[in-house]
């Protein structure tokens, strides 16, 4: 167990649906990032909040949005979804700056099916 | 261009042997980061041992220990006395710059540890 979890595992659903994805980060870990892992795109970056706000966004749809709240769990919303929106979504979190190298630690990630 | 690049899809290893995942880089900055994750069959992302630019030994962790040739822009990882359990998806990663802590993710190598 990573420590940074992430609910659904699993979810089903069918275009043009909305869906939330949850994460935890791991106990005093501040930064969140989300990622997305598709067969044909890779690993690829999508947004990071630090502490609440969003520090840096990266290849996020413009239907995808994502919030961090105040106890530092973070939400992931995908909306009007799409096949091509079928993933396995990850979130990671990293210690506060100065704490090392900024390993992110990974959950398990959720996987979607969009039919 | 392509920021980390591995290629090597797929490769199959006896068990025992040694291995070299193979991983170069490009990037105009001097403080950056380079990572290696393993996300096996059940999906979970593992991180398995970091370098820094700075850092003027090879970083090692166990089994595993990552060739850094700066000059080259390579980063490989090096498992020792590879075991079936070592199956998996491996990735390089790279954050580059000071403050930046987002990872940018290759497209991996699918290793296979045959008995």
């Known amino acids: 167990d990573s420590g940074v979890t992430q609910t659904p595992k699993h979810l089903i659903t069918a275009t043009g649906q909305r869906v939330t994805l949850r994460c935890s980060p791991r106990?005093?870990?501040?930064?969140v990032y989300w990622y997305q892992q598709s067969l044909d795109q890779g690993l690829q970056f999508l947004i990071q909040?630090?502490?609440?706000?969003?520090?840096a966004k990266g290849n996020i749809l413009e239907r995808f949005s994502a919030q961090q709240f105040p106890d530092l769990h973070s939400e992931l919303n995908l909306s009007s979804l799409e096949l091509g929106d079928s993933a396995l979504y990850f979130c990671?979190?990293?210690?506060?700056?100065?704490?090392?190298?900024?390993?992110?630690?990974f959950g398990a990630g959720s996987r979607l099916t969009v039919l | 261009a392509q920021k980390i690049t591995q290629t090597q899809p797929g490769m199959f290893v006896q068990e025992k042997e040694a291995v070299t995942l193979d991983c170069t880089y490009d990037?105009?900055?001097?403080?950056?980061?380079l990572f290696w994750y393993k996300q096996p069959s059940s999906g979970e992302m593992i991180f398995l041992i970091y370098?820094?630019?700075?850092?003027?030994q090879n970083a090692t962790e166990g089994r595993y220990s990552l060739n850094f040739q700066k000059a080259r822009k390579s980063a490989n990882l090096v498992i020792s006395a590879s075991q079936l359990g070592d199956s998996a998806m491996y990735f390089c990663?790279?954050?580059?710059?000071?403050?930046?802590?987002?990872?940018?993710f290759g497209t991996g190598t699918r290793l296979t540890i045959i008995p």
């Open positions: 106990s005093g870990d501040l930064s």
């Open positions: 370098q820094g630019s700075y850092d003027e």
């Open positions: 990663a790279m954050r580059e710059g000071f403050g930046n802590e987002k990872l940018t």
């Open positions: 909040y630090y502490n609440g706000e969003e520090r």
């Open positions: 990671a979190s990293s210690a506060p700056r100065g704490a090392g190298a900024n390993v992110l630690t």
């Open positions: 990037t105009s900055d001097q403080s950056y980061g």
